[in-house]
């Protein structure tokens, strides 16, 4: 069945410091993939996502890249801050049909000024 | 526009006892969502309702959890007889569009109950 491995954390960093979560999948086909984000004591919020190969998807600046040959998708971002502290999930929906979500287990990040 | 609303947000009872979970989705969202998230763990779908239909319930351990979705709007979630491994966050979630669609329709989630059980 699908499958999503992320690396574990927590991640420590400081802030204006380099953040990547890596993230990679197992599924047939061709499925959409996702990061969501949990800000301590809210839902998640879907951060961005990418449908097919080589899309990127972006958001607050956070990108992610579709990377079909390495059945990756590793979360980026050039400058943390400290309010990006929040459980980062990566996540892919089935393709076909009604598009079930398989998340990952999650990659607490915490910021330091 | 108010979110996915849940409640209660902690819960704690002792094991054996019935405890039900309650969410209101976003207006207009068909489809809706109840998932389990257990400790260091991502969110696992119990069961998907579009409208008041019970369309995916192929995980839920129907031997003591119940769920309803009266009149296609609110839900309730129900376990009984708790047990101590019931202990985690339930999750609720709405997205706007009904199955069958090619494309991923977002699911937004609400901030959960916490349950523990003693």
């Known amino acids: 069945g699908d499958s999503v491995t992320q690396m574990e954390g927590p991640v420590t960093l400081s802030e204006e410091a380099c953040l990547t979560i890596?993230?990679?999948?197992?599924?047939?086909?061709?499925?959409?993939l996702f990061w969501y984000v949990q800000y301590p004591g809210e839902g998640l919020q879907l951060l961005l996502k990418?449908?097919?190969?080589?899309d990127k998807g972006s958001n607050k600046g956070f990108e992610a890249t579709y990377r079909k040959e390495t059945t990756s998708f590793h979360l980026e971002k050039g400058s943390v801050q400290v309010s990006d502290s929040a459980v980062y999930f990566c996540a892919l929906a089935s393709s076909g049909g009604y598009q079930k979500v398989t998340f990952g287990t999650g990659t607490k990040l915490q910021v330091i000024p | 526009e108010a979110g996915v609303v849940q409640s209660p947000r902690y819960k704690i009872i002792e094991k054996k006892q019935p405890v039900a979970f309650w969410c209101n989705p976003i207006?207009?969202?068909?489809?809706l969502y109840w998932y389990r998230q257990n400790l260091g763990q991502g969110p696992e779908l119990l069961i998907r309702y579009e409208n008041e239909e019970a369309v995916d319930d192929s995980q839920l351990p129907k031997d003591r959890f119940s769920a309803e979705r009266l009149k296609g709007v609110d839900s309730t979630l129900k376990i009984q007889p708790a047990e101590l491994g019931d202990s985690a966050v339930y999750l609720c979630?709405?997205?706007?569009?009904?199955?069958?669609?090619?494309?991923?329709?977002?699911?937004?989630f609400g901030p959960g109950t916490r349950l523990t059980v003693l």
């Open positions: 890596n993230c990679t999948y197992t599924a047939t086909g061709y499925p959409s």
């Open positions: 207006s207009g969202h068909n489809t």
């Open positions: 990418a449908t097919k190969a080589d």
């Open positions: 979630a709405s997205s706007p569009e009904a199955s069958g669609r090619s494309m991923y329709n977002e699911q937004f």
